[in-house]
């Protein structure tokens, strides 16, 4: 038996930079985080040689080819397993709701599968198979920078090159400023649930009308972790979440609707400096830099369920093996 671990993540710039329409002729660049809320995957070698994966359905079959799961299907066909396993998967958190659980799924699947043939692959070579997996062989309509989050963990600055190349760069926080992040950062779950496939599909059609915007959503990352490396966590990090989030409400109609227009202003009349919808847009999860003090306000006055989280400082990794 053999078990992975690995986290679900929080944008907080330069989403849809990462999208190929726009970084393979301008280059991408986004700041994100890893966070303590995991997708688990176990596999078991199967009594015969059927395949059964079980998630919201369980499917038991003969035959690779015959997987409705096309993510487990195309994962199982690229490791080149053919038959007799077991794959369940376990979330912290419900899929559709802007935190990656899509590509994660897919990293720790693929660590998964490749530990179970013997072989290790680094965080890199897991975000690229897994990019390989879902954007070249499915045609996702996604970006690069869920898979690369999943992969390594911890806060990051990626870029993505017109070369197709992915550099990281590791975002270090004293210990103050990590505690600011931890402190200040608040997550409210909306109760709304989406496919991004919809939204990011009408994104990628406007990208030519709206490279002024993601230029400026390029930009903002490059600036953010400028600012996180040489001044540390202050309040501009949540006038770049407001200014953000601002911007990307233009790049495709389903990215917000009027309730979370509401609540969001609610939350800037209750203490919260700034903040963003999760994801592609349209539901999940909001996120708002607020003090301390005001805290108690902001969760009154939005009526939402809090959840408490911080950063992971580790990526996918195999936590049991027998």
């Known amino acids: ?6 986290p679900l993540r929080i944008s907080f710039t330069g989403g849809g930079t990462d999208l190929p329409d726009y970084y393979l002729k301008n280059g991408g660049a986004v700041v994100s985080a890893g966070i303590n809320k995991y997708i ?3 596999i078991n070698k199967k009594f015969d040689n059927r395949i059964r994966v079980s998630y919201s359905k369980t499917e038991i079959v003969d035959e690779v080819e015959e997987l409705n799961h096309e993510i487990v299907r195309e994962c199982l066909k690229l490791v080149g397993i053919k038959g007799g396993i077991e794959i369940t998967s376990i979330s912290d958190i419900p899929s559709g709701t802007g935190l990656g659980s899509s590509s994660t799924f897919t990293v720790g699947l693929l660590n998964a599968l490749y530990t179970y043939v013997g072989h290790r692959p680094s965080a890199k ?3 690229e198979q897994a990019c390989n997996v879902e954007i070249s062989l499915l045609r996702h309509p996604i970006g690069k920078q869920d898979q690369y989050a999943a992969a390594f ?3 990051n600055f990626f870029e993505f090159n017109k070369d197709e190349t992915v550099s990281r760069k590791k975002v270090y926080l004293s210990d103050t400023d990590a505690r600011k992040m931890r402190q200040k950062l608040v997550l409210f779950y909306t109760g709304m649930r989406r496919s991004a496939d919809g939204v990011l599909t009408e994104q990628k059609k406007n990208t030519e009308s709206k490279l002024e915007v993601l230029d400026y959503m ?3 990352a490059y600036d953010m972790y400028r600012s996180l490396t040489t001044e540390g966590f202050t309040k501009s990090f949540g006038d770049a979440l407001h200014q953000g989030w601002m911007k990307k409400q233009s790049l495709a109609s389903g990215i917000s609707n009027p309730e979370i227009n509401e609540l969001y202003e609610k939350a800037l009349n209750n203490g919260a400096v700034g903040g963003k919808l999760l994801g592609a847009g349209g539901g999940g ?5 607020c003090d301390e003090q005001y805290q108690e306000d902001l969760e009154k006055a ?4 809090r959840t408490e989280f911080h ?5 996918s990794r195999v936590i049991f093996v027998e």
Not at 285 to 289: G, P
Not at 302 to 305: N, P, Q
Not at 311 to 315: A, D, E, N, T
């Open 125 to 127: 070579e897991l975000a």
């Open 1 to 6: 038996m053999i078990i992975t671990k690995t």
């Open 40 to 42: 688990y995957i176990t």
């Open 311 to 315: 950063v992971s400082q580790s990526g």
């Open 218 to 220: 390029k930009n903002q």
């Open 302 to 305: 939005i009526g939402l369920r």
């Open 153 to 155: 963990g911890g806060t």
């Open 285 to 289: 999860f909001l996120l708002f830099y």
